[in-house]
């Protein structure tokens, strides 16, 4: 594993943002969801694509907090442009489950 320093991790932006929308995204290569997801003032809402389909449904996602990585350069995948990374882990069968907060916390906030 490389080692970063403090100033390595301070370039990501990891921020809390709140699912306001999330809808099936069929032009994509494997299963995913397009989720527009708002990340509070000075940042605004974004899209991302998130490959997250075996553990969540759109309506049960619509509402819930998500940990972005939001100072990415955009990516086109398909015919949308995703504007943010939604992070999540594999599980033992490869499926992918967000990384949350346990508590309520702004949209906005950052990870430190």
């Known amino acids: 594993m ?6 390595d991790f301070m370039k990501v932006e ?3 943002g709140r699912v306001l929308a999330a809808r099936a995204f069929p032009e994509a290569r494997k299963p995913a969801y397009v989720l527009e997801v ?3 003032p000075g940042i605004g809402v974004r899209r991302s694509s998130a490959q997250i389909t075996a553990l969540y449904t759109p ?8 940990v972005g990585v939001v100072n990415f350069p955009p990516r086109q995948i398909g015919p949308m442009r995703s504007e943010c990374l939604v992070t999540g882990f594999h599980d033992e069968q490869g499926r992918v489950a967000l990384c949350v907060p346990d508590r309520d916390v702004p949209p906005g906030t950052r990870l430190l």
């Open 38 to 40: 708002d990340f509070g």
């Open 2 to 7: 490389q080692t970063i320093d403090w100033d």
């Open 59 to 66: 309506d049960e996602l619509v509402g819930r907090l998500v």
């Open 14 to 16: 990891l921020r809390v």
